[in-house]
């Protein structure tokens, strides 16, 4: 394993449905958490990164009113997007910014305020990360692209419904553990099966919910990082890919090639394969989502996703237990912020610091967060 | 100008492929071609991003495939009305030849692949005869407030 880049410290706000704060006050909370968890000050940050999706609150430039308000000042700031996976984004530029040598250390901070609009602004919101020239004018909404990966994965293989609720009901159970979760209710498969229909075949509990939060990643060089802490997590790969924004321009519609695309090139800079993987965090904004992720990352063949499911192989105690810290499902999305929260999750499993949701002897972990429906595949590989 | 037409809501007023809008107003659903190269674009596009060309060419989308769909029974702002609505992919084979006196390194293939075309569906389809592989062609339609609009329709 290559020791160049480690991540130091995280931390994150409490994900809940209105925060009742300011964006930077919400991005104080994460900062916060992960700057007292290192002892840093901020003027020990050479510079910093701020990542949200655009256009959920007013401020335009967030960068710099937030750096301002964190204490980050004179150091750069600059903001960086891709959605849902806009922390991703911001940790592999704060690797190449560190690698290059330009920094040693690097705040990545991620955010959203969602709860400045209503439910349907936020759907219109999320419709516009579709191609807003071709395909939102039909109405076209993240539950609607990611149900046609449902119906398409359905068809293809005989997935049920059923098989994507008991995504929820396994996240619910760990979601009820973590303090952070805007969702702590377990569900069982028939509760979701019995909520209401949002965009056939996907219903209301088979999708995340909206939720205001911010976290926080400390990156820090080689020998930066053995000074702050003696427990550096190593980036060992980092893979990125791109998908077409229009559905029409996609090849695979039984899963997201960007993920898959992005899982190979993390495996090969990192020098594992899946079956490598000791615990992952998958960005299952729709049950079906976390499906799709088991059998683009490898840790099943195409099809057979399900299977890891009913036979409790993505549980605690499996052969690679996913999303033990709730899920999206449970947590919440704040689309800026949760690439940093997943971060956070497998930081503190290598770590061995995650209490109830320990993965005895965890080593390697993954991180995957896709922004939009499948357009920016971001799949980071993390070892102690 | 004339764009801002396409839809039941539209983001965008103005683009090179404007005469989308305009062969919706006289019934057709229509697709770009490269002359030069022979590459196939919906959603259409006059600037060829394979061979950087812009001898494009507009041609009918014909007869396709249900690939993967969606019933949205929660719209976002602009189409609380509209639901429930079902959103499709279908897949079309071109079948139009490339011109044979214009070959393209960039392009090896003898006829362009087959392409998708993201929209409606009729509403009139019943439901349960919505099924993968459904026979479908474009058709365009006409909306309120002078807007326009293309859905699919069974064969």
């Known amino acids: 394993m290559e020791k160049d880049v480690a991540i130091v410290g995280v931390g994150q706000s409490a994900f809940v449905r209105s925060c009742g704060m300011t964006t930077r006050e919400l991005c104080y909370e994460g900062f916060a958490e992960a700057m007292l968890s290192v002892n840093l000050q901020p003027n020990q940050i050479d510079a910093s990164i701020i990542c949200s999706a655009p256009e959920y609150d007013k401020q335009r430039s967030p960068a710099g009113v937030i750096a301002e308000y964190l204490g980050l000042i004179p150091q750069p700031t600059f903001y960086v997007e891709s959605v849902c996976s806009s922390s991703s984004t911001g940790l592999r530029v704060a690797y190449s910014l560190i690698k290059s040598g330009l920094y040693k250390t690097i705040a990545v901070v991620g955010f959203q305020k969602m709860s400045e609009l209503s439910s349907r602004e936020a759907m219109e919101r999320m419709g516009r990360g579709a191609d807003v020239v071709w395909e939102s004018p039909f109405g076209l909404t993240m539950p609607a692209g990611y149900a046609t990966y449902a119906t398409a994965h359905m068809n293809a293989f005989g997935t049920e419904q059923k098989h994507m609720a008991m995504v929820r009901e396994k996240n619910s159970g760990y979601g009820m553990l973590n303090d952070k979760a805007v969702y702590r209710k377990k569900l069982s498969v028939e509760d979701v099966l019995n909520s209401e229909m949002i965009s056939y075949p996907l219903k209301k509990f088979d999708c995340c919910a909206n939720a205001d939060g911010s976290s926080c990643i400390i990156v820090a060089s080689k020998d930066v990082a053995s000074k702050i802490t003696q427990k550096p997590v190593w980036i060992m790969g980092l893979g990125a890919a791109n998908d077409t924004t229009s559905m029409s321009g996609r090849k695979m519609l039984t899963g997201l090639k960007a993920a898959k695309d992005a899982a190979g090139v993390a495996y090969k800079m990192a020098g594992v394969g899946p079956e490598d993987i000791d615990v992952a965090e998958v960005h299952d904004c729709f049950t079906i989502s976390e499906i799709l992720a088991y059998e683009d990352l490898g840790f099943a063949k195409p099809g057979e996703g399900i299977k890891l499911l009913e036979d409790k192989e993505t549980y605690l105690g499996g052969k690679i237990p996913v999303n033990v810290d709730g899920g999206l499902l449970s947590k919440g999305h704040p689309i800026g912020a949760t690439g940093g929260s997943q971060v956070r999750t497998i930081f503190r499993q290598l770590r061995g610091e995650a209490s109830d949701i320990q993965v005895d002897g965890a080593k390697i972990g993954l991180v995957h967060n896709i922004g939009g429906t499948g357009i920016y595949g971001n799949v980071t590989i993390l070892g102690v | ?155």
Not at chain 2, 32 to 42: H, I, L, P, Q
Request: hydrophobic letters at 40%.
């Open chain 2, 1 to 155: 100008m004339g764009f801002e037409r396409f839809g039941v809501v539209s983001f965008a007023s103005e683009t090179l492929a404007s005469d989308f809008v305009t062969y919706l107003d006289e019934g057709k659903v229509m697709a770009t071609k490269c002359r030069t190269c022979g590459e196939v674009y919906f959603p259409p596009r006059t600037q060829c991003t394979i061979c950087f060309s812009a001898n494009i060419e507009w041609f009918s989308v014909g007869q396709g495939k249900l690939v993967t769909y969606t019933t949205v029974m929660y719209g976002p702002l602009g189409f609380e009305n509209d639901t429930p609505y079902t959103l499709a992919l279908v897949e079309f084979s071109s079948g139009i030849p490339v011109k044979d006196e214009l070959p393209c390194a960039a392009h090896s293939v003898s006829s362009p692949p087959g392409y998708k075309v993201f929209g409606r569906l009729d509403k009139a389809i019943a439901k349960d005869d919505i099924k993968i592989g459904l026979a479908l062609k474009a058709a365009t339609v006409k909306l309120a407030d002078d807007r326009v609009s293309y859905e699919f329709r069974k064969v």
